[in-house]
Nanobody, 123 residues
């Protein structure tokens, strides 16, 4: 059984930083991508960043240079370091596992999801 649990959300001012964490169990890391997604009210869920066990990463254009995805294989934990946060980054952030090489940033490709953690950036 797969369990995915996010933590680390919160409220910050523009320009601030947050680090999200995701603990996932029951996932075969060597086969799948893991990713971070976000959804703002009234908007479709969008891919933020994804990482494969071989170290390959994908990042959305909107967060390049500001967000960094990483993974600690020993701890089975995924991270998203978010710097230079903007009000438009405000959303519910989700961790997901089970993505494929076809479209690592496409949320429909992922099978397992956490409950989400809220990130709010004020101006």
């Amino acid at each position: 059984q797969v369990h995915v649990v996010e933590s680390g959300g919160g409220s910050v001012q523009t320009g601030g930083s947050l680090r999200l964490s995701c603990a996932a169990s029951g996932v075969t890391y060597s086969r799948y991508w893991m990713g971070w997604f976000r959804q703002a009210p009234g908007k479709e869920r969008e891919g933020v960043a994804a990482i494969h066990s071989d170290g390959s990463t994908r990042n959305a254009d909107s967060v390049k240079g500001r967000f960094t995805i990483s993974k600690d294989n020993a701890k089975n934990t995924l991270y998203l370091q978010m710097n230079s946060l903007k009000p438009e980054d405000t959303a519910m952030y989700y961790c997901a596992a089970g993505g494929t090489w076809v479209r690592p940033l496409q949320w429909r490709e992922y099978s397992y999801w956490g409950q989400g953690t809220q990130v709010t950036v004020s101006s």
